[in-house]
């Protein structure tokens, strides 16, 4: 009967159960986030135009904020949300929520709600939330050709027509731009089906920014907040602590965790190829 | 003891939060093992996503464009609820047909309306890509070497990856040197969107564990 | 003519007819068109197809009057509400489907059907409550704090965690796949790895931070400084600079050569969905 050889260290290595793995990241992450270490964070261009574009936004401009994530993704798009709501808000611009996800609708409604009252803001006539739709694509251009027709009624059943927030407001083309929070495809409708005078913001989940350079280049977008990472950024901008500084050290240094891990895997992959030929 | 006591639920809120803890744990025991614990709260998951969703399709939509629209004698409206049931005969074999009716004017809509986002989504792309000036010229005084080397670059790489993605004939000869460095350029667009991912799911579990720290044990979380 | 007065008795009673008429016109109709042979059935759905794509089409391509409009431009409006009644029917297939699934599963007392009935009761609860959340929000009923508590508890504290800790399991998926399935094997898997590891460290702080400590790269460069000056070039070395260059001038050229490929993949896909000319469809 053949003995069987003990593994080497580098076999033991790849062998491991992947449950002392997630284990390892779980405790990682838990020391990451408790890491007494603040480090400032480097404006992108792509956070500093969409700042700059609210900023140039006079109070009593209006803003349509489509809000389609849902709890799968509240770690990127909350952040995100509260940023660009607060500044809204800081700036007396009137804004108009919607969804296309329905967990979206309240969860969107509930964030805002609660950032209205510190800023003072009013219901129905600082801001409105337009409810959930279904098809975001016949929306958009029914809002383009007749907004109060279209949206027909807010969260609370009020009649478009009887929403002092949209005093003035005949279609979307009385708009100034249109801020896009979410983890699916979406903005590629709100730039091919908005009026062309509407500008558009973005701000998807991590996994959607790469996809969306092309955008930005063509200024089809033009600005973009890149998950929790961008909404530190914009967090700085503003001067204010949110979710998004509160998890960089998490973000940052399971980077540095994950870059260390494909480099160990790969290295002990070698040497136990190296160890076999010896 | 009186953290304790703040931090057991005795109260609405707290055991609102014990919930929501438990709820994450019984999840993150699939790593341990497949358990009855997790199977229950997939499916209580399954089964309140499910629910929720009819609140918002009934009331924003239902009720906002086709009730109220009753409500207000407009009886036109009346003929979409019944004919856009169709749709769910797409589970009977003899009738099933009836349902493509209905997806038929789902995709055609999508379709008609494509012609719309081709002309707004990638003609201007098109055209952002052909105005990259690709020489200095004293008809543009603010343009510098660095831009005209960036543009170039960013020609050559859309050309090689459009090569890459060009199967319509064999690649052969140059066109194969120039669709393999294209394959490389790809390479580099999916190393940049793996980064990004892998930054995404790192970000929802950091989002996860920062509520058990913050809102169950009550650390403090100051941030970078 | 297209408006009933329903203040009044009668226009109640007119409606409530014409409701159940509609009704039984739809459903009186399915055994006219089960009559149809199958090529008569295909030609209805290329037709009803066309004509809703064509529609669309039309009101692109029509040239526009003075405001921005065109003859076919009122049209959006009610096609616009009609889709919407219908997607909202269209997603609530999907629930129905899993509600018919479990269902049987009980009924017929198939595998590990107890989870099929927590399934089951967690959906009537939450639609319940979900329905009366929203017709409260509308004030058509009335809002209590049983609805208040119940909601809450059920969306906030049950559904969302849930839903977020489903998602976040991901990432350990990831960090595992990180260790024993990313190999460095190919000239193509390196370029990958590579700028990934880049971009990752470039886009947060602590790149900004390893590049000015570790490298001792410059935090700034003078604002009238030369592009080819030494601050410049030493500047344009930082990670957040590399890792913004390669996602601006190397990503962006690659995202728009996928995005020209499915453009015109999609345009191909349009007008043979629109045509019928794809099998399965109808």
């Known amino acids: 009967m053949q003995e069987m050889r003990p593994l080497t260290v580098w076999e033991r290595m790849l062998a491991i159960d992947r449950r002392w793995l997630y284990l390892t990241l779980f405790v990682s992450i838990i020391v990451f986030l408790l890491l007494p270490v603040r480090l400032p964070a480097v404006i992108s261009p792509p956070v500093r135009k969409f700042y700059d574009a609210i900023e140039r936004l006079q109070p009593g401009d209006i803003v349509m904020v489509s809000s389609n994530w849902s709890a799968s993704t509240i770690a990127e798009n909350q952040p995100q949300l509260e940023a660009v709501l607060r500044h ?183 040497m136990q190829r190296l160890s076999r030929e010896a | 003891m009186e953290w304790l006591q703040q931090f057991l639920p005795f109260s609405w809120d707290r055991l609102s939060v014990w919930m929501g803890v438990i709820c994450t744990l019984a999840i993150y025991s699939i790593l341990y093992r497949e358990n009855p614990f997790y199977r229950f709260f997939e499916h209580l998951y399954i089964g309140l996503a499910a629910g929720y969703s009819l609140g918002p399709l009934l009331v924003d939509i239902i009720h906002k464009y086709w009730i109220d629209p009753l409500l207000h004698g407009e009886w036109p409206w009346v003929f979409v609820v019944p004919f856009g049931l169709y749709l769910y005969f797409i589970y009977s074999e003899r009738y099933g047909w009836l349902s493509r009716i209905i997806i038929g004017i789902l995709i055609g809509a999508s379709a008609g309306l494509f012609f719309q986002e081709f002309a707004s989504r990638y003609l201007p792309q098109l055209n952002s890509t052909l105005s990259k000036p690709l020489w200095l010229t004293s008809a543009n005084p603010n343009l510098v070497i660095s831009n005209v080397i960036n543009n170039w670059i960013f020609i050559v790489f859309l050309l090689a990856v459009l090569t890459y993605f060009t199967f319509s004939f064999e690649h052969r000869g140059p066109v194969k040197r120039v669709a393999t460095a294209g394959r490389w350029f790809l390479m580099i667009g999916l190393g940049a969107m793996f980064g990004n991912t892998v930054m995404a799911r790192m970000a929802l579990l950091i989002g996860r564990i920062y509520y058990l720290l913050s809102d169950w044990l009550g650390i403090s979380i100051g941030g970078g | 003519m297209w408006q009933i007065d329903t203040t009044t008795l009668s226009g109640k009673v007119s409606m409530a007819l014409i409701v159940l008429g509609a009704f039984v016109l739809a459903f009186g109709l399915i055994p006219v068109l089960q009559t149809l042979p199958p090529r008569g059935r295909r030609a209805l759905i290329a037709v009803v197809t066309f004509l809703v794509g064509a529609f669309f089409a039309a009101e692109f391509f029509m040239p526009l009057t003075q405001d921005d409009k065109n003859y076919l431009t009122p049209g959006i409006q009610p096609a616009q509400n009609a889709l919407q009644i219908i997607g909202s029917l269209a997603l609530g297939l999907g629930t129905y489907g899993l509600v018919r699934l479990h269902l049987r599963n009980v009924v017929q007392k198939r595998g590990q059907w107890g989870y099929s009935v927590v399934l089951l009761i967690a959906f009537v609860t939450m639609a319940t409550f979900s329905i009366w959340n929203t017709l409260a929000e509308k004030r058509i009923l009335a809002r209590t704090p049983l609805l208040d508590r119940g909601f809450s508890l059920l969306f ?58 570790l490298f001792g790269l410059p935090r700034e460069v003078p604002p009238n400084a030369h592009p080819f000056s030494l601050e410049a070039i030493l500047y344009s070395l930082r990670l957040p600079e590399i890792a913004d260059w390669i996602l601006k001038q190397l990503n962006a050229p690659v995202q728009r050569a996928i995005e020209f490929g499915v453009g015109i993949g999609g345009l191909a896909m349009a007008i043979r969905l629109w045509l019928s000319l794809e099998r399965g469809i109808t």
């Open chain 1, 88 to 270: 809204l808000m800081r700036k007396k611009v009137r804004f108009t929520l919607m969804s296309v996800e329905a967990q979206s609708r309240d969860i969107s409604l509930r964030l805002a709600n609660r950032l209205a009252k510190e800023f003072g803001y009013e219901y129905g006539k600082d801001w409105v939330h337009f409810g959930f739709y279904t098809d975001l694509i016949v929306a958009i251009k029914g809002m383009t050709n007749d907004l109060p027709a279209t949206v027909k009624q807010d969260v609370k059943g009020t009649p478009a027509s009887q929403l002092e927030v949209l005093k003035g407001v005949k279609s979307l083309k009385d708009y100034k731009m249109v801020i896009d929070v979410t983890p699916s495809s979406t903005v590629p409708y709100w730039i091919s089906y908005r009026p062309k005078n509407l500008i558009v913001l973005y701000c998807p989940t991590s996994v959607m920014a790469a996809e969306a350079y092309t955008f930005l280049d063509s200024g089809q977008i033009e600005g973009m907040i890149t998950g929790a990472k961008g909404a530190q950024e914009y967090e700085q901008l503003l001067g204010i602590v949110g979710l998004g500084t509160r998890f960089i050290n998490g973000i940052q240094f399971s980077h540095v965790l994950i870059i260390l891990t494909i480099l160990l895997g790969n290295l002990a992959l070698f």
């Open chain 3, 156 to 213: 906030d504290y049950t559904l969302i965690q849930l839903d977020a800790a489903m998602f976040s399991i991901i990432a350990f998926y990831i960090y595992s796949a990180a260790y024993r399935a990313f190999r460095i094997r190919s000239i193509e898997a390196s370029i990958l790895m590579f700028t990934a590891m880049v971009v990752m460290i470039g886009i947060v702080p602590l790149g900004a931070y390893m590049s000015e400590q």
